[in-house]
């Protein structure tokens, strides 16, 4: 047996879910191997601890000592970012109106400094709109080539 499955045995055996046979090889690992006759010892003392129950009660000036602990820390301030938790869902739509309100404006005055080109044929805008220029230099049996015509109705 090695190490690791005897370990594994004598957690077994000190919860008492260990089968004789498994018991014997244990005890035969046990009388060669020094480290896990030291190791049964420390878990076998250890289950033990656990086991006794112990009372636990605070030292005696305990309660005293954690009082005058929260006696002298530093006091927070009542001070917040929003006046009232109450008033918060309220600014914080304020916030949003303002938000969307000044984008608008922005997007306007940004959409009337822009000069518009003069006014393109159906066909340009189309074309503009579709970028046909890129399949231009595509071979004419090519997908590009073919949808090129498709949209140009030159297909049917």
């Avoid at 420390?42 to 009660?57: G, I, M, Y």
Wanted: glycine letters at 6%; charged letters at 20%.
């Amino acid at each position: 047996m090695r190490c690791v499955k005897a370990r594994k045995s004598v957690s077994r055996e000190l919860d008492g879910r260990l089968a004789p046979a498994a018991r014997a090889a244990l005890q035969e690992h046990l009388r060669s191997c020094a480290s896990c006759r030291e190791w049964r010892e420390e878990q076998s003392w250890l289950r033990h601890l656990l086991a006794t129950p112990r009372p636990c009660a605070p030292r005696p000036g305990f309660h005293d000592a954690v009082m005058a602990r929260i006696a002298s820390a530093p006091r927070r301030s009542r001070f917040s970012a929003f006046p009232s938790p109450f008033l918060r869902p309220a600014l914080l739509r304020a916030a949003a109106i303002l938000a969307f309100t000044v984008s608008a404006l922005f997007g306007y005055i940004l959409g009337a400094r822009l000069e518009s080109a003069e006014p393109l044929s159906a066909a340009a805008a189309v074309g503009q709109t579709l970028n046909l220029n890129t399949f231009a230099d595509m071979p004419g049996d090519s997908f590009g080539a073919v949808y090129e015509r498709l949209l140009q109705g030159e297909l049917r």
